[in-house]
């Protein structure tokens, strides 16, 4: 037998966890906890040891999961940019320009 409300209670962690992926989201650097500081007019840290799921919960970031969920992916791509540029920058013979000639 089933506890009352233990269902909803499974029902909306299960919601919760998609927002979870994007807060652990390794991508994510400053500049991006400061964008979404600024969206929910709320300082978001995870660097501070006050930043728990229950304090991330209190800032009701479940709210904006879709806004959260867009700018961890755009961080994604933002570090997939960077990591190419790096290789780019390591390796001198891809900046060499390369002759084409016609078939």
Same mark, same amino acid.
């Given at each position: 037998?089933?506890? #009352?409300?233990?269902?909803? $209670? =499974?029902?909306?962690? /299960? @919601?919760?966890?998609?927002?979870?992926?994007?807060?652990?989201?390794? &991508?994510?650097?400053?500049?991006?906890?400061?964008? @979404?500081? =600024?969206?929910?007019?709320?300082?978001?840290?995870?660097?501070?040891?006050?930043?728990?799921?229950?304090?991330?919960?209190? @800032? $009701?970031?479940?709210?904006?999961?879709?806004?959260?969920?867009?700018?961890? /992916?755009?961080?994604? $791509?933002?570090?997939? =940019?960077?990591?190419?540029?790096? =290789? $780019?920058? &390591?390796?001198? &013979?891809?900046?060499? #320009?390369?002759?084409?000639? #016609? /078939?």
């Amino acid at each position: 037998m089933r506890a #009352p409300g233990a269902q909803e $209670r =499974v029902d909306a962690f /299960a @919601l919760t966890m998609p927002l979870l992926a994007d807060l652990r989201n390794p &991508a994510l650097r400053p500049r991006h906890w400061a964008e @979404l500081g =600024v969206h929910i007019d709320a300082r978001a840290d995870p660097g501070d040891a006050g930043f728990t799921l229950e304090a991330a919960l209190g @800032l $009701r970031l479940d709210q904006h999961a879709g806004f959260i969920a867009a700018l961890s /992916a755009a961080a994604t $791509r933002q570090q997939a =940019v960077e990591q190419s540029l790096a =290789v $780019r920058a &390591a390796a001198p &013979a891809l900046r060499e #320009p390369v002759a084409c000639r #016609p /078939a």
